[in-house]
């Protein structure tokens, strides 16, 4: 499933990461410092050092954001979160066809995290630039997106994906990956359709009974289908 999520960074957040990044001491590093041996001959960008401070200021930011966005809570249902990464794009970068490695260390405590979903935050008003589309090949077809800033789009972490070269200003963008609850996508999704029925059913006012009957019978399934 490819899902839009708007809304992600309001308009103080946003601002408050962008000035982060844009700030002269800003620590950008060659992207090709965390890919992995696919990754590496295709990937034309930079990155803020996972590590830095700017990076940890950054990663408060979208981390908080996140845990309080409920269509990102109910579609991803996030147990770890790997450290959102930062990457800029400027004129000629571009990343090419690549897959998300199935696990990654998590760069503070080497914890191991499985990738599940990959999320790409966008932080720069899609009119100033060109290029710099997220193409995903699903399977329903290749999608590409380019979204305002402070909106963001989940997408499957084993689909084959890549950013379209930029040919005018700067693309900057957060990302990151998602260990889920639930391993599984179509039992993710089917979650995700799930809540979203109990929430339109409570916004029309159905009966209460029902309604609860239909909770009991999400968290059954999430139990069912997590691992923690
Ligand atoms: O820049 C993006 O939108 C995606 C980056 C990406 O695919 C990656 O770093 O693995
Ligand atoms: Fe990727």
Same mark, same amino acid.
């Given at each position: 499933?490819? &899902? ?15 000035? &982060? ?59 770890? &979160? ?108 089917? &979650? ?37």
């Amino acid at each position: 499933m490819m &899902l839009v999520v708007p809304g992600v960074l309001d308009a103080a957040a946003l601002a408050e990461v962008r000035s &982060l990044l844009d700030a002269p001491g800003a620590e950008w590093v060659d992207g090709r410092a965390t890919a992995g041996h696919q990754g590496e001959r295709v990937k034309a960008n930079q990155q803020i050092e996972e590590r830095s401070p700017t990076a940890a200021r950054c990663q408060r930011i979208v981390a908080a954001a996140l845990e309080r966005h409920p269509t990102f809570i109910s579609a991803a249902l996030p147990n770890l &979160l790997y450290p959102p990464m930062f990457n800029r794009y400027a004129k000629g970068m571009e990343f090419g066809a690549h897959v998300d490695g199935g696990v990654r260390l998590h760069p503070h405590d080497g914890r191991k995290l499985r990738t599940d979903v990959s999320a790409t935050l966008f932080l720069a008003d899609p009119g100033s630039y060109d290029g710099g589309e997220l193409v995903v090949e699903g399977p329903s077809g290749v999608s590409s997106v380019k979204l305002p800033a402070g909106d963001m789009v989940l997408y499957p972490a084993s689909t084959v994906h890549r950013v379209t070269a930029i040919t005018r200003g700067v693309r900057l963008a957060c990302f990151f990956w998602v260990q889920s609850l639930v391993r599984d996508a179509g039992d993710r999704q089917m &979650l995700y359709e799930l809540d979203g029925t109990i929430q339109r059913l409570a916004a029309a006012g159905a009966e209460e009974a029902a309604r609860l009957q239909l909770v009991g019978l999400y968290h059954n399934l999430l139990r069912k289908w997590s691992d923690t």
